[in-house]
């Protein structure tokens, strides 16, 4: 319902004036309205009716009646109609057969014009039951260009643009002006067609002109050189293409078409590929952006599917379907049963594609094109599995085979060797792996495939051996002896054998006979004898034995530490190293493994190992066998293992402290003081050189301290200094006294600031001297020395080797020669002098150990550095120093003695190293006695 905008309201029959001249009211005689009943309301209209009340009827100029929807009735914006007959008649009425719509409310109310003014009547309301309908009797001009005027014609036009409707075929023209028996139309800019019916609609009625109406256009199509055409087909036009002088182009729909030229009479276009298909296409000549419809429609060719080849197909097989398809590859799918197909290469008349998998031989083909669904009249018959090889051709039970063909499939296949099914390992479309069990006899196998019922089968392709050893000979013997194995089914070409893990030399392989060599490194005495061939591993009827082998003899019957020993016998192994030779000590049981220097089937040399001196059985080794010799081999080592041990609850893998008489020999003083540890801090133990003996768990009468305290000892007393390594603490001096066996306190603190590993010696028996040492400053470099007589400490002048931890002195004499990594200084006690001496020539070290024996320096084992939480390198090497000629010689090494911070002393001409410790404090319990009259 549209509402007009109310302009003026006129009460009825009254006419408000305003006036003309100021302060004057100037009356006059206008007519007033009185608005009847609407009547004769039917379905071609209705009858509206006024009367004429009063004023000055010879005035009217025009009357008539307004109606609309809306009770704002004006002239403007409402339909009017005007009523016909002398204005002079008291009432009038008008039959009213358009604009009304039915079953719709409507106001009317009359007016008349008079003068300059208009006079409405009162609105009464009434149901509309319809009108007739429009109807053109004439238009023109008859013929026009775009957006040019045409007047039309006829009856039961509404006034209101609105409410008309006019159309040239689909498109609606624009109305400029209206009456009940005439409309200004704008031809519109989109019509496409040179002709066409022009049509009217009001209220869903509609009247069509029985003229056609002709547009007026610069070019036009008159023949379309096709009736059938398809996509990227070329189509030829005839007709006025204005190039030279306007924007020329081609739609088929509304799809832009490629122009192929510029020829104002005769053009070539292609059907684009985007065109939705449908059963038929319009062509249209673009001029200026406006269309023009060719005169006939184009039938557009349904897709479809008209051949195949090959002929023969299989799944997996690329095939090329010849037809109507769409050029877009992606508008397409081909489908074999329900199984879609891998599209290659697309085009509107033809389509490469690979055939699916399908769950069955029989399909059908269909496509889906652009939406559309095609099918292809006949079933296709797809082939069945082929085989074109099977590789190997020779195999052994137990192993796979590849079937090599096409047209199988994973899932759906069956082998059958000899008519046994296989188990299928691998199915892709060209090749099948199978396992052949040992079932199979020897001999040609028949292989048969099928894939969804459909056999192929393939007769003496595949030939099955079994390799099998019947004997070998002989079944025991020694390294490099030959052996031969006899069976059958060798593959001499691809052939391996092994005793026992270890690979065999093949001097000679046919099919039934195979030589080897029994190969040198043999682990065991008793070896299974294996053959590879033919991807298959057979095992001998018995295990090969390796003779024992047997020490007849060995020379000398003694000797000296790496001297060298020569041992006879027989079944040796002829590698050197695959030997193993050890001397085992008859005392303690301890073997020792010695270095082989060369060696046959018959003879091994051997270097004499560190060892203790002792008697030792010699023992030989080799896969796992093992022979002794009939006697024992006395080692004439300058070191021997003593019969007595450290006591296990000590670790004395850190004992430190030493104190022993600086002489070779005493029978007042024979007592070894071995102070500290980690573990038990405040235990300590005696050594009783005469006696042999042991003393343990003496407490201290300190309840704990650090390990690497200094101690000296003079006049038949100990002197222990615990040790701190905080610089502001004093270490406290204790006494113990072995003829009174007590503990005192010395009540002199050592005045020096608090370290461990300390260097303390004495000289004379009456001056006790500490070196050195650190804490948390760093090395110190102090010497400090201890009065017996007044029983006072004083401070000597710094020690010139530097500031130092961990240095060793051995004292003769008056003198102590002090090694300190690889640094000698003597000091004499005499003259309180230092001199430099020989450059020690071992590896440098710390917390080593050292002794004298007749005027002479020993001197090793040690560490690199000093730690005992990480990984450090001990030795256990000894060394001699002569004062007289200040040179140095390396001696024979301390057996099982790689430590450090040992204890060392000498008595009665020899000398004893023991204890001590190696990584991450793992302590030793053995005492070593060196008598140098045996280097």
Not at 355 to 384: F, K
Request: aromatic share 12%.
């Amino acid at each position: 319902m549209q509402i007009r905008p109310f302009l003026f309201l006129i009460l009825p029959g009254i006419l408000i004036l305003f006036g003309c001249d100021k302060d004057e009211v100037r009356e006059r005689d206008y007519p007033a309205l009185r608005t009847q009943a609407v009547n004769n309301i039917t379905t071609e209209g209705a009858r509206f009716n006024a009367t004429l009340v009063s004023g000055d009827l010879e005035s009217i100029s025009e009357y008539g009646f307004v109606w609309d929807n809306t009770n704002n009735l004006s002239l403007q914006y409402s339909e009017k109609i005007m009523v016909n007959g002398n204005p002079g008649q008291a009432s009038f009425s008008c039959e009213v057969t358009f604009a009304l719509e039915a079953m719709e409310e409507y106001y009317v109310r009359p007016y008349v014009k008079s003068g300059n003014y208009t006079v409405y009547g009162e609105v009464v309301k009434f149901m509309s039951l319809g009108s007739q309908a429009p109807e053109i009797t004439d238009f023109e001009p008859k013929l026009a260009h775009w957006g040019d005027t045409i007047t039309i014609y006829g009856r039961n036009f509404s006034n209101q643009a609105g409410t008309n409707r006019v159309l040239f075929g689909e498109l609606e023209g624009r109305i400029t002006n209206c009456t009940k028996d005439s409309l200004q139309v704008i031809i519109p800019g989109g019509l496409t067609q040179l002709s066409i019916y022009i049509a009217i609609e009001i209220f869903g009625n509609r009247s069509t002109a029985l003229e056609a109406f002709n547009l007026i256009v610069p070019g036009k199509i008159i023949t379309i050189d096709k009736t059938d055409i398809t996509w990227g087909d070329t189509v030829e036009l005839t007709g006025i293409f204005p190039f030279s002088t306007h924007a020329v182009g081609f739609k088929i729909e509304n799809t832009n078409a490629v122009v192929l030229g510029n020829n104002e009479s005769n053009i070539k276009i292609i059907v684009p590929n985007t065109i939705a298909y449908t059963d038929s296409v319009t062509v249209y000549l673009m001029i200026d952006g406006k269309k023009l419809a060719a005169p006939n429609r184009v039938h557009m060719v349904k897709p479809r599917i008209n051949s195949i080849s090959p002929a023969a197909m299989g799944w997996s097989d690329t095939i090329i379907l010849g037809g109507i398809f769409h050029p877009v590859a992606d508008n397409n799918r081909i489908f074999f049963s329900s199984f879609q197909a891998t599209l290659l290469e697309v085009k509107s008349n033809s389509i490469k594609c690979i055939i699916p998998y399908t769950n069955s031989h029989l399909v059908s083909l269909t496509a889906n094109i652009q939406s559309i669904d095609v099918n292809y009249p006949d079933d296709i018959q797809l082939s069945g599995p082929i085989i074109n090889d099977i590789d190997p051709r020779e195999t052994t039970s137990s192993h796979y085979v590849t079937i090599k063909g096409k047209y199988f499939k994973g899932g759906s296949t069956i082998v059958k060797v000899n008519s046994i099914e296989s188990s299928v390992v691998e199915v892709t479309s060209d090749h099948i792996v199978v396992y052949i069990s040992n079932v199979h006899p020897n001999g040609p196998a028949s292989v048969e495939v099928s894939v969804y019922n459909k056999k192929v089968q393939l007769n003496g392709v595949l030939k099955i051996i079994n390799p099998k050893i019947n004997d070998f000979s002989p079944t025991s013997g020694t390294y490099r002896d030959l052996v031969t194995i006899n069976g059958e089914g060798f593959d001499p070409e691809n052939l391996e054998v092994r005793i026992g893990n270890s690979p065999a030399e093949i001097v000679e392989a046919t099919e039934s006979k195979v030589r080897i060599i029994v190969p040198d490194n043999l682990n065991y005495a008793d070896n299974g004898l294996t053959l590879s061939t033919r991807g298959t591993t057979i095992n001998g009827p018995t295990n090969f034995h390796l003779l024992p082998p047997e020490i007849t003899s060995f020379a000398p019957a003694s000797g000296k530490v790496d001297e060298t020993i020569t041992i006879s016998g027989s079944y040796f192994n002829p590698v050197p190293q695959y030997n193993h030779v050890y001397l085992r000590s008859t005392t303690s049981g301890k073997a020792y493994y010695a270095n082989i220097k060369s060696g046959s089937t018959n003879m091994i040399q051997i270097d004499v190992p560190s060892l203790t001196r002792d008697f030792y059985e010699i023992q030989l080794e080799r896969s796992n066998q093992t022979c002794v010799a009939t006697s024992n081999f006395f080692c004439q080592s300058p070191w021997k293992e003593i019969e007595i041990q450290l006591p296990e609850e000590q670790n004395y893998g850190a004992s430190v402290g030493l104190q022993h008489p600086n002489s070779d020999y005493s029978e007042d003083i024979n007592e070894v003081f071995i102070f500290g540890g980690f573990y038990n801090h405040y235990h300590w133990q005696s050594f009783n050189l005469t006696k042999n003996t042991i003393n343990v768990n003496y407490d201290f009468p300190i309840a704990t301290q650090e390990v690497g305290g200094f101690s000296f000892a003079f006049a038949g007393v100990a002197y222990y200094g615990v040790s701190n390594p905080l610089k502001d603490k004093l270490n406290s001096i204790f006494t113990y006294n072995p003829k009174e066996g007590t503990w005192n306190n010395l009540g002199i603190d050592f005045p020096g600031p608090g370290r461990i590993h300390a260097l303390g010696f004495s000289i004379s028996e009456i001056f006790g001297f500490v070196l050195g040492g650190e804490n948390e400053d760093g090395l110190l470099n102090d010497f400090w020395l201890y009065t017996l007589e007044t029983a006072s400490w004083s401070r000597l002048s710094d020690y010139p080797g530097g500031p130092t931890s961990g240095a060793t002195a051995v004292v003769i004499d008056d003198n102590a020669y002090v090694i300190d990594g690889n640094q000698l200084w003597v000091y004499n006690s005499t003259l309180n002098t230092w001199e430099s001496k020989s450059t020690f020539p071992g590896p440098p070290r710390k917390l080593a150990t050292g002794f004298s024996i007749s005027g002479k320096v020993y001197y090793g084992t040690g560490s690199d550095r000093i730690d005992y939480h990480n990984n450090v390198t001990c030795y256990n090497d000894l060394w001699e120093y002569n004062p007289s000629t200040d040179t140095w010689k390396k001696l024979t090494s301390i057996p099982d003695g790689y430590r450090t911070n040992a204890f060392g002393y000498s008595y009665s001409f020899k000398g004893y190293i023991g204890g001590g410790c190696i990584l991450n404090w793992l302590g030793f319990r053995n005492i070593f006695e060196y008598d140098p009259s045996y280097e």
